[in-house]
């Protein structure tokens, strides 16, 4: 069961109240300015805010007074209590001063001063408790506050806003000066914004939408195929032409006819045009010459079908363009032509036309021809007009032209984030906007094989900014072998019992330095910061766009209880959201988006691979360190202690890795000696929610490994703070000895992630309603630890989606390094390599499990394998036969289920121990067919039994049995290579290299079927001693083991039980000698060996005595082992016969074919997709229409697809099936016969008039089209989101999504085919009850006929309504 986190209440703040005046003048409060150089109170004329009227805020004042009187912490100092606007306060006095960078300002005791002008100091410190408040004038110039640093502290406050009254004019604090220029203050550095204890900092500017999604695909060039260039000079002779489809600006076509040479090209020409439905647009440029055998027949054709007026008189090397319909006349047709004279430059003659697309978009097509400088040039331009609107989930009225945003990648590279200035747009939705420029890439906005790949979009621009102050290039000892640009930018510090700071609806730019501890924002040993800490109102940061920043985005260190929440993080360097010590707890990370964090250099895990190779001045000694173990760990989210909040953020591109939980074994840094060791892999994890993970390098997700919190040694030579081992096992309190607590992992997206989507090592973690798409490898679960050390847990996955290639094609460029051939034939980005293996779920050690879970589009290529379930590649551990699996969904696009390897590229010689030992459990039957049955590895004769099943495609097998583990320690020596044989199967051994080698002891653990005989030899003399496990034993369960030994050896062995956390041994039990083999196995309880010296053979009878419960290794009372300790004398042989047993053939169990499983009703995820708004249900939509050449092919049935029920179309005409947009209900089928009906437009015009009701998804589908009794254009279609009248190609296809009703929602789409195009085929994942549908409210409850989301769907063989 998956105990996913309910509904979490995150601090919040109502609605800020639209500001209405601003500060004025201050008369009679003659205020001073205790300063150093006295500065100025005067400003220059006509600078004040005297045009806004005064408001009188005594119940502000007086609030401030009393905290005056006796400063807390937690005081409410910024008018959130009363609502209104700290520069209203009479006791302001207005303050202008002049601008002088020499001289030190003070605002101290008894000065509250209203900025109201301009200024630049050298330094601005504000004590004692004075105060500055930003005046607010909306009419008037911006305020600029240059300095090389501010500092805050014993009651100086600093006020821009406040919570309630946001900031409505434009402020700016800006930080200046050089590494290099002047002492630095103690704690707090150089160029910064410094609160220290006592000090008030609260910057609140206007709180527009931080971020949100987008709803509608962004096609580069803003179109969906594509902007369109071409330009060629000589080679392209005569008419060049270029065939476009109307409706959306894709080029059907390019051809290039040699009228002026050959006489041929007339005929070919005419041809051409024949082929191509009226209503496509042409395009037409002459290169060079195109007159000479231009015919009058010709020149008539192009007269009368492309509407030219000027083609007829076109002569010798005439520069001629058009861009005109075919079939239409003379005024829609856009025509120019040049004379020539023979100077070799005539100017271009251009043709250009604006069209528009059926989804709205307005795009131009553009030809022109000339000659340059003795050069003829032509070509083709097609592009987007008048801007690009982009459609987004959320109300964005926020966002204002000039504002710039910024739209994250969904491909692999985080590179393709692209940024945009916002242009007017008086024709946009409330939840839409205009970008000036056009995207390069593609950027997904819809849901995908069922999975949110939707883009985000983020905000950049603020109305209160603080910047850094920037030198054209880097210099001095900033790290500039690494960076071309300076680094030295601003920070903001804030130090522990500071009274009050709060930020919301701030800009943060050019901040951050690459030198420990001054970041864009940095709480530095704060301690707790809520409630707990004192404080009223608990502190928090709110809508912060922070971003072209040098360090980090938010340092959160030795602080507790801190909310972060609506931030972006954009383009920065270093640890984006970064817990610093591994003490940081309660702190909230809501809904913040992370995007484009590339390496620094402050830390081991900041850099990348070339930075951890030249940073070298803190190790030890020589040491090289190794970058992919120390380095190259770049985290969007660096989360150091696990008891902190995750909550509906978004890490969209990380250099390395979005989301890492890491482990501090013990505190580091300033925090040392806070927790005992161990505590942090102990503590339980806060809550992780409805979270999103893409574009990341090396993983989307992470969770496990630590840092060295020791420092370098010769021991130990590498760096303080390297990347190193931890594994996370929370526990009740963070105490080992109390009862696991599982994490869980509830709501994660992850995809288009190069290596992983997910990692997790430890136990128990439990992954549930997650998406995994389009990574290398979709989600890997390690266990714990290593046994015996550890008490045994397991890692589980459940109602959770995987797919393997989806329909996110993704784009070519921004760093994306392998573009090749997907499965379904299409190109496409592809992870790590083309080769890569693709895996959905990647089965590491165990135990874990997976449950109603779906997979999709897993079909290996030609150049790579790409399986649902995979094994970790090269895995010299052990796996465990408690691996199972259950209730899983593997769609018909599921090419292979499981794999197991196959020596060659990335999988080596795939002859590693846990290689060789890869198992699962399918415990129903879901993905073998077949109940209770264990798949393995296909040479594994461990495993095998006569009743066994071979998957040659799987290189697999699948048994039934009962299996177990053996773990074997072997001392002195530790370097052998052992060799294990069923006696059943005693030709076909099993050899195991072990691991830890020259460690105290060798350790192997082969997969047992158990009550079976088995023979371990050695490739050297056996070890003088072994320790022998049962692991995974139920009592009773036992296995036969016979131990090669040279034939004089002498034997003690022993019986005991090991308690692992306390290194106790109980119940030791002495073995005594048998008189025979027969009676050392026979099971009668006594601790019997048997030595055949004939042989050299030992035998014992290995068996469970105590109970074992749950996922632990061992029984509640420790691990029953036997130890052997063997005297053996030099030069005694110990080359043993292959099999002591007696022979027989393998005893048969029970065959697998014997109760193949039934179909599974329950089984696959229960979402029909996981998106980042679980309240919003989902139905599949998929349209397959037929052309006649499809038709001419054999394919006979046209469909329209809703969930898993089918309507199938054998008929010739449109076929409209009309479902209910708040319930999914369908409601309406409908067939036109286009061909012999009566007047099929009229038809199809009163059935959508008079039939359909209004919020209905409408669905269109076509079969073999003739043509369209009645009418060649049907507007009707306009009326279900077209953004114009349907002309429907002769012998084409046509397939639309439609919506009738109030909106147009964002997911209409309309394909419409000519008859030589690919048959037209759409799928779309469509929400319903969405809140523009308008849906009543007893839309609740969908009716019966209503099709649901629940599992019930899930049925193995399709429902199909045949319709004729």
Not at 759 to 769: E, K, L, P, S
Request: proline share 5%; charged share 20%.
């Amino acid at each position: 069961m998956c105990l996913c986190a309910g509904p979490v209440r995150i601090r919040g703040k109502e609605p800020a109240r639209r500001r209405t005046c601003c500060g004025g003048d201050a008369r009679g409060y003659g205020r001073q300015v205790a300063a150093a150089g006295a500065p100025g109170t005067r400003g220059a004329p006509g600078s004040s805010c005297s045009s806004c009227p005064l408001r009188r805020n005594r119940t502000w004042s007086r609030s401030r007074s009393r905290r005056r009187r006796g400063t807390y912490r937690g005081a409410a100092s910024d008018g959130s209590a009363s609502g209104t606007c700290p520069e209203a306060d009479p006791h302001l006095a207005p303050w202008r001063p002049s601008s002088d960078t020499n001289r030190a300002v003070v605002v101290g005791q008894g000065a509250a001063l209203r900025l109201e002008t301009s200024a630049a100091f050298h330094s601005l410190v504000i004590r004692d408790g004075g105060m500055l408040v930003f005046a607010d004038c909306p009419r008037g110039p911006p305020i600029t506050l240059r300095a090389r640093y501010i500092l805050i502290h014993d009651g100086g406050e600093l006020h821009i806003g406040s919570d309630r009254c946001p900031y409505g004019s434009r402020a700016t604090i800006s930080l200046y000066g050089r590494a290099t220029d002047g002492a630095a203050v103690e704690g707090f550095g150089q160029k910064f914004l410094g609160v220290g204890r006592g000090g008030v900092l609260e910057l609140h500017g206007r709180r527009p939408r931080s971020w949100t999604l987008l709803d509608k695909t962004l096609h580069p060039g803003g179109l969906r195929y594509g902007p369109y260039f071409s330009e060629r000079r000589w080679g392209s002779r005569g008419l060049n032409l270029r065939i476009l489809d109307a409706g959306t600006a894709r080029v059907l076509a390019a051809a290039r006819f040699d009228t002026h040479l050959r006489h041929g090209e007339c005929g070919r020409l005419r041809s051409f045009l024949a082929m191509q439905p009226p209503g496509t647009v042409v395009a037409a440029a002459v290169g060079d010459s195109a007159a000479r055998s231009l015919t009058l027949e010709t020149r008539l054709l192009l007269r009368d079908r492309l509407g030219s007026a000027h083609i007829s008189r076109l002569r010798h090397r005439e520069p001629w363009a058009l861009v005109g319909i075919l079939g239409g006349d003379q005024p829609s047709t856009a025509e120019d032509k040049r004379e020539y004279h023979g100077s070799g430059t005539t100017g271009l003659a251009v043709a250009r036309r604006e069209f528009l697309t059926y989804d709205g978009m307005r795009f131009t097509v553009s030809a022109f021809s000339g000659w340059i400088k003795g050069v003829p040039h032509n070509g083709f331009k097609v592009e987007a007009s008048n801007g690009i609107i982009l459609h987004l989930v959320d109300e964005v009225t926020s966002w204002l032209p000039g504002d710039r945003i910024v739209v994250a990648s969904t491909d692999y590279s985080m590179h393709q984030a692209e940024e945009f200035n916002l242009l007017p747009c008086p024709e946009c939705k409330s939840n839409q906007v205009k970008i000036d420029g056009s995207p390069l890439y593609l950027h997904i906005g819809e849901v995908i094989d069922g999975v949110d790949m939707r883009a985000e979009v983020g905000l950049l621009t603020r109305n209160i900014l603080i910047q850094g102050e920037m030198e054209d290039s880097c210099y001095g000892q900033n790290q500039c072998q690494f960076f071309s640009f300076d680094t030295f930018g601003g920070h903001i510090k804030i130090l522990r019992n500071f009274s009050s700071v709060h930020l919301s609806g701030v800009e943060l730019k050019n901040m951050g330095q690459q030198i420990l501890g001054s970041y864009p924002v940095h709480f530095h040993l704060a301690e707790d910061v809520d409630e707990r800490g004192g404080y009223e109102r608990p502190t928090y940061l709110d809508n912060l766009a922070i971003h072209h920043c040098f360090s980090r985005c938010v340092a959160i260190h030795g602080t507790h209880g801190l909310l972060v929440k609506d931030t972006i993080g954009y383009d920065t360097l270093g640890h984006c959201f970064f817990l610093e010590d591994g003490t940081e707890q309660r702190n909230t990370f809501y809904h913040n988006l992370g995007l484009l964090t590339k390496p620094g250099t402050i830390l081991p895990s900041d850099r990348s691979e070339a930075m951890c190779l030249a940073i070298r001045s803190k190790v030890y000694g020589d040491y090289v360190p190794v970058p992919s173990a120390d380095c190259m760990a770049v985290s969007t989210f660096w989360i150091a202690n696990p008891n902190n909040n995750l909550i509906e953020n978004a890490a969209a591109g990380a250099q390395d890795v979005g989301i890492w939980y890491i482990f501090h074994r013990v505190p580091t840094g300033q925090s040392e000696g806070q927790y005992p060791e161990g505590q942090a892999e102990y503590t339980p994890l806060g809550v992780f929610y409805n979270n999103r993970v893409h574009s990341n390098f090396k993983a989307g997700l992470f969770i496990g490994k630590g840092v060295k919190t020791t420092r370098a040694n010769a021991e130990d030579p590498r760096e303080y703070l390297t990347v190193d081992n931890a594994r996370f096992r929370p526990h009740q309190d963070a105490d080992p000895e109390k009862p696991r607590v599982p994490a869980v992992i509830d709501g994660l997206i992850a995809f288009k992630n190069n290596d992983h989507g997910a990692w997790a090592r430890g136990g128990d973690i439990i992954f549930c309603n997650s998406g995994f798409s389009d990574n290398g490898i979709g989600l890997t679960l390690a266990s714990d630890g290593t046994f015996p050390t550890d008490e045994g847990s397991s890692l589980e996955v459940t109602r959770s989606i995987f797919v393997g290639e989806s329909s996110n094609f993704g784009s070519q460029g921004g760093q994306n390094s392998y573009w090749g051939k997907g499965a379904n034939g299409e190109c496409r980005t592809l992870p790590r390599n083309k080769t890569f293996p693709i895996r959905g779920f990647q089965i590491y050690d165990g135990p874990v499990r997976m449950s109603k879970c779906t997979f999709k589009k897993f079909t290996p290529t030609v150049d790579r394998y790409s399986s649902a379930i995979g094994f970790f590649m090269k895995n010299s551990w052990q796996i465990s036969p408690q691996n199972n699996v259950s209730q899983i969904l593997m769609e018909k696009s599921v090419g292979l289920k499981v794999f197991f390897g196959r020596s060659g590229q990335w999988f080596g010689n795939n002859d590693n121990d846990g290689d060789k030992m890869s198992i699962f459990h399918d415990l129903d039957g879901s993905v073998t067919g077949y109940p209770d049955t264990f798949i393995g590895r296909a040479d594994n004769y461990l495993l095998r039994h006569p009743g066994c099943l071979t998957v040659p495609r799987w290189n697999g097998l699948m048994c039934t049995g009962k299996f177990a583990q053996l773990y074997i320690q072997a001392r002195r020596p530790e370097n052998l290579t052992l060799s294990i044989a069923r006696a059943a199967y005693h030709s076909h051994p099993l050899r195991l290299q072990g691991v830890n080698r020259g460690a105290p002891y060798q350790q192997y653990q082969p997969v047992v079927m158990l009550e079976q005989a088995y023979i371990i030899q050695w490739d050297g003399k056996a070890p003088e001693d072994i320790i022998l496990y049962p692991i995974n034993f139920n009592r009773g369960d036992w296995l036969h083991v016979a131990l090669c030994y040279p034939r004089e050896a002498v034997f003690q062995l022993v019986a005991d039980i090991y308690e692992r956390r306390t290194g106790m041994v109980h119940s030791v039990k002495h073995y005594l000698a048998a008189p025979s083999w027969a009676s050392a196995l026979n099971g009668t309880g006594e601790r019997l060996f048997y030595f055949d010296r004939a042989s050299g053979y030992l035998f014992v009878h290995l068996q469970a005595h105590e109970a074992r419960e749950g996922h632990s290794y061992c029984s509640q009372q420790g691990c029953e082992r036997i130890k052997i300790m063997a005297h053996m004398y030099p030069g005694d042989s110990w080359s043993c016969d292959p099999n002591p047993f007696p022979d027989k053939p393998a005893a048969t169990q029970r065959p697998v074919s014997q109760h193949p499983a039934g179909p599974c009703r329950v089984c696959g995820a229960p979402q029909l997709a996981i998106t980042s708004t679980p309240s919003v249900k989902y139905i599949r939509i998929q349209i397959q229409s037929l052309s006649r050449t499809d038709i001419q092919n054999h394919l006979t049935s046209a469909f329209i697809k809703i969930n898993d029920t089918i309507f199938l179309f054998n008929s010739h005409g449109l076929f409209f099936v009309v479902v209910d947009a708040c319930s999914g209900a369908v409601v309406s089928r409908r067939h036109f016969d286009t061909v012999t009906g009566e007047n099929a437009a009229s038809a199809i015009t009163d059935y959508v008039q008079t039939s359909i009701k209004e919020r209905s998804l409408v669905l269109v589908c076509s079969r073999d089209i003739a043509d369209v009794v009645g009418s060649s254009e049907m507007p009707i279609f306009t009326r279900l989101g077209s953004a114009k009248p349907i002309v429907i190609h002769k012998e084409g296809s046509f397939a639309m999504l439609g919506y009738k009703g109030q909106a147009k929602p964002s997911w209409i789409k309309v394909l419409n085919h000519a008859g030589y195009q690919k048959a037209a085929s759409l799928q779309h994942y469509v929400p319903l009850k969405l809140k523009e549908y308008q849906c009543p409210a007893n839309a609740d409850e969908p009716p019966k006929s209503a099709f649901s989301q629940s599992s019930s769907e899930h049925i193995s063989t399709e429902a199909a309504a045949s319709w004729d």
